[in-house]
């Protein structure tokens, strides 16, 4: 069983809205730190929200507050990014990601399980 699928990327006009889902396993979901990254050709990984085990925390890059939302359903075992206002920079590979240890939640080295990416492209 793959233990993250990302879904919802696709190719959106700037100012325009996606949603991004992230189909867990139980193993992969419940109890655990959810997290999205994301990775722009030529950069590095980099952090965009995250939500705590029990959803009462939420941690947001500054690039994209105001402008995202995380959220999680756990009778369904799926993590969501509500993206906004999008920009051409938002333009990237976005990654689900679990921590099982619920450590810090900006941190991409905290994250045990990785799914394969679904990819975001903001046209200008």
């Known amino acids: 069983q793959v233990p993250l699928v990302e879904s919802g990327g696709g190719l959106v006009q700037a100012g325009g809205s996606l949603r991004l889902s992230c189909a867990a396993s139980?193993?992969?979901?419940?109890?655990?730190?959810m997290g999205w990254f994301r990775q722009a050709p030529g950069k590095e990984r980099e952090f965009v929200a995250a939500?705590?085990?029990?959803?009462?925390?939420?941690d947001y890059a500054g690039s994209v507050k105001g402008r995202f939302t995380i959220s999680r359903d756990n009778a369904k075992n799926t993590v969501y990014l509500q993206m906004n206002s999008l920009k051409p920079e938002d333009t990237a590979v976005y990654y689900c990601?679990?921590?099982?240890?619920?450590?810090?939640?900006?941190?991409?080295?905290?994250?045990?399980?990785w799914g394969q990416g679904t990819q975001v492209t903001v046209s200008s």
């Open positions: 990601a679990a921590d099982t240890l619920r450590r810090t939640l900006v941190k991409d080295v905290n994250y045990d399980y």
């Open positions: 939500m705590n085990w029990s959803g009462d925390i939420t």
């Open positions: 139980t193993v992969t979901f419940r109890g655990n730190n």
